[in-house]
């Protein structure tokens, strides 16, 4: 179970990932590792050829003393006693420490050269083999062999070293070079290359995210173009679309299109409904009015029973077909200011005093007559139950979540806790001497249901009623 809550979890995370990102990673998937590869293949080539350049000198001063060997003529003793003819041309063999040797000497055993001749760079020291090495060059006779030493400043060195045979004696013949220069050029090399490249994989990687950004506003574009038309900014998908993707938003008009007419279907449906039910109703409670009888006043009762019920259904019928509409937006500012000079002139006997604190530049995301609807009962009915004080406060909804927060507060009487979530319900009036039907809060309730909203009833600061409606917003 838990490897399926992982599978899941990775298969959510894979989807919520955006087009673009889905883009640049695949891109650069190849084109980081082609660069890296390429870094790498230039510092081994690098390295390859300076290592070259570094020691072939060294072989050549090898051949230039193997050629330059000759016996001392003033030998007198029997001895091995040589000279040379030419030194070598490199002024650095000439300078006391300059990390460029020569010598021509005996292999001892341990690996030690005895010192014949040698370079005045080596300032009397001698140069050291590994016994391995020293063991190659004497199983090799006439190859160079190519080794590790230390110099005589401890400097790392390489060293190329060929035994030879000069008067029927064992000669090795070496030349050595300070291999730190070289180690140097090679690391500068690979900081630059590795340092360039990964400018040139952030520059590709950013173009690539570019490229693609470039390639793919068209489809921001019409997320852009639906979300103005959910919003209520535009009645239909608007723009010019490359050929790829001009169909699709063919398709989403004609969809927003034939939302519109089945909305407009459901609502004629809903008027004719009403009108073919309504109308026997009336007869009948004409017919019940003129008479006396037991049987008439049951009718009446009934029949005023069935227009309640029928007048609510077919408001809740209305509120979803109309929490279905796209396009459409209301200025709540405008509603509100109207409905409380509205209210105020109806409950003029009362005196009210509407506090009205609203935000400006809100819309609603629907149709005027519902925000009418739902705002028109809540202040109808705290305009009903108040002394004189009703505070009206309008904003839209913190951390960018896109409502509105409508709040009416009265100081009437109230009403207990355990009877807000009855108070919802069609039908129930807590005070039957007040006029009403007691469907307007539940009508309220099922318009912000279908508007995605809510309605809550809370106790107010001023001791009656508070009541919080949440409806959807234009964000412009």
């Known amino acids: 179970m838990q490897v399926d809550a992982k599978q899941t979890e990775q298969v959510d995370t894979e989807q919520g990932r955006s087009l673009v990102w889905r883009l640049v990673r695949s891109a650069a ?27 072939d000198p060294l072989v050549s001063t090898i051949q230039a003393l193997v050629a330059n060997v000759q016996d001392d003529p003033q030998n007198v003793d029997g001895e091995v006693n040589i000279i040379l003819a030419h030194q070598p041309i490199d002024a650095r063999y000439q300078l006391a420490l300059s990390g460029r040797y020569w010598m021509v000497g005996k292999l ?59 008067k029927e004696q064992n000669l090795v013949i070496t030349a050595a070079a300070d291999r730190r220069p070289a180690a140097q050029a090679v690391q500068r090399f690979s900081m630059i290359a590795l340092g360039l490249l990964s400018v040139l994989a952030m520059g590709l990687t950013l173009a690539i995210y570019m490229q693609v950004r470039t390639g793919l506003r068209p489809l921001f574009e019409l997320r852009d173009s639906v979300a103005d038309v959910r919003e209520g900014r535009a009645s239909s998908v608007k723009g010019k679309y490359p050929k790829e993707i001009k169909p699709l938003a063919d398709e989403l008009n004609s969809l927003i299109g034939h939302n519109r007419d089945v909305v407009e279907y459901a609502r004629t449906h809903v008027a004719n409904l009403a009108h073919a039910l309504k109308t026997p109703l009336a007869v009948l409670i004409n017919e019940a009015e003129n008479k006396k009888s037991k049987l008439a006043k049951i009718v009446k009762q009934q029949t005023g029973t069935m227009n309640k019920q029928v007048n609510h259904h077919l408001r809740r019928a209305r509120a979803a077909t ?14 509100v200011n109207s409905l409380v000079r509205t209210l ?133």
């Open 108 to 166: 001892q055993e341990d690996g030690v050269l005895k010192p014949i001749l040698s370079s005045l760079s080596l300032s009397d020291t001698t140069l050291q083999l590994s016994q391995n090495k020293a063991d190659e060059i004497r199983a090799n006779q006439g190859e160079v062999i190519r080794a590790f030493s230390v110099g005589p400043d401890n400097e790392p060195l390489s060293l190329a070293a060929q035994s030879v045979i000069f």
């Open 322 to 335: 109309r929490g279905q509409t796209i396009g459409e937006k209301t200025s709540v500012t405008q509603t």
């Open 344 to 476: 105020g002139r109806i409950y003029r006997d009362k005196d009210l005093d509407f506090q009205v604190d609203l935000e400006s530049d809100l819309h609603f995301r629907g149709e005027k007559r519902d925000l009418e609807e739902m705002v028109g009962n809540l202040l109808d009915n705290a305009c009903k139950w108040t002394n004189a004080e009703i505070h009206i406060l309008v904003k839209a909804e913190p951390d960018n979540v896109a409502n509105i927060r409508i709040i009416i507060d009265d100081d009437g009487i109230g009403m207990a806790q355990n009877q807000y979530e009855n108070v919802l319900k069609r039908g129930t009036r807590l005070d039957e001497t007040t006029p009403g039907t007691g469907f307007g809060l539940s009508i309220v309730n099922d318009l912000a249901t279908a508007y995605k909203g809510s309605l809550a009833l809370t106790k107010s600061p001023l001791g009656g009623l508070r009541t919080t409606l949440i409806i959807p917003m234009v964000r412009e």
């Open 29 to 55: 998937l190849w084109v980081v590792p082609a660069l890296l590869f390429t870094a790498f293949s230039l510092i081994w080539f690098y390295r390859a050829s300076t290592y070259k350049n570094f020691n």
